[in-house]
Antibody, heavy 116, light 111 residues
Framework: EVQLVQSGAEVKKPGESLKISCKGS????????IGWVRQMPGKGLEWMGI????????RYSPSFQGQVTISADKSISTAYLQWSSLKASDTAMYYC?????????WGKGTTVTVSS | NFMLTQPHSVSESPGKTVTISCTRS????????VQWYQQRPGSSPTTVIY?????PSGVPDRFSGSIDSSSNSASLTISGLKTEDEADYYC??????????FGTGTKVTVL
C-alpha cells in the first residue's frame, strides 16, 4: 500500500525553527514528485512547492519562495518542509502529497501552531 | 501566474445534481489538465477527477468533469447527490513551471 506518513503536531514560539517530515512507503520514493500544501485555519488549499527526490529538483510557489525550504533524503524515503524563523501566520495544517499526473496519495497532515 | 475562481458555496437536495465551476483568470483552461479534490471536514483531500474528466478507481460515476474553452472554465458535476458528498471541493491545475494552482474552493451542502 502506498502511504505518506507525516510527523506529529508541533507547537512552537515565534522565531523558532522547525522541520516537519513526510515518509513515503510502498513505492519507489525517488520516482515521483512530492508536493507540500498549506491550509490555514478555516481556509483553502495553497500550493507551496514540490520536490523530485530522485535528484532533489525543487520548485517553489512564488508566495513561499524564501519563506520555507523543501528537501528530501532519499536514503530514508523522507521529504521535509522547514522554517528557520516561524511567524504566527505560519499556523496551519501542512499536507504532503505524491504527484503522479495528479496528487494521488496524501498524508494526514501536520498541524503547526505558532504562538507566544 | 493565473488564479482559479470557484463559487463560495452551492447547495442542493439529495438526489439532485450540482455543478461547480472553476474559472481560469489568464491563459487557456485547456493548456494544463484540471483536477478536482474533495475534502471532508477533518480529513485530507482526495481526488475525484484528474486530467479534466478521468475518475480514479473507486470514485463513483456520479462524479464527472469537463472543460469549456469558451468560458475558460472547468466544471465538476455531482449527480444523484448523497449526504456523503457534503464537503469542500477544490479545482487544481499547473502552470508552465510545474507549480500547482488551487482554486478558491466550494463548499457543497446537501440539504
Amino acid at each position: 500500500e502506498v502511504q505518506l506518513v507525516q510527523s506529529g503536531a508541533e507547537v512552537k514560539k515565534p522565531g523558532e525553527s522547525l522541520k516537519i517530515s513526510c515518509k513515503g512507503s510502498g513505492y519507489s520514493f525517488t520516482s515521483y514528485w512530492i508536493g507540500w500544501v498549506r491550509q490555514m485555519p478555516g481556509k483553502g488549499l495553497e500550493w507551496m512547492g514540490i520536490i523530485y527526490p530522485g535528484d532533489s529538483d525543487t520548485r517553489y510557489s512564488p508566495s513561499f519562495q524564501g519563506q520555507v525550504t523543501i528537501s528530501a533524503d532519499k536514503s530514508i524515503s523522507t521529504a521535509y518542509l522547514q522554517w528557520s524563523s516561524l511567524k504566527a501566520s505560519d499556523t496551519a495544517m501542512y499536507y504532503c502529497a505524491r504527484r503522479v499526473n495528479y496528487m494521488d496519495v496524501w498524508g494526514k497532515g501536520t498541524t503547526v501552531t505558532v504562538s507566544s | 501566474n493565473f488564479m482559479l475562481t470557484q463559487p463560495h458555496s452551492v447547495s442542493e437536495s439529495p438526489g439532485k445534481t450540482v455543478t461547480i465551476s472553476c474559472t481560469r483568470s489568464s491563459g487557456s483552461i485547456a493548456s494544463n489538465y484540471v483536477q478536482w479534490y474533495q475534502q471532508r471536514p477533518g480529513s485530507s483531500p482526495t481526488t475525484v477527477i484528474y486530467e479534466d474528466n478521468q475518475r480514479p478507481s473507486g470514485v463513483p460515476d456520479r462524479f464527472s468533469g469537463s472543460i469549456d474553452s469558451s468560458s475558460n472554465s472547468a466544471s465538476l458535476t455531482i449527480s444523484g447527490l448523497k449526504t456523503e458528498d457534503e464537503a469542500d471541493y477544490y479545482c487544481q491545475s499547473y502552470d508552465s513551471s510545474n507549480q500547482g494552482v488551487f482554486g478558491t474552493g466550494t463548499k457543497v451542502t446537501v440539504l
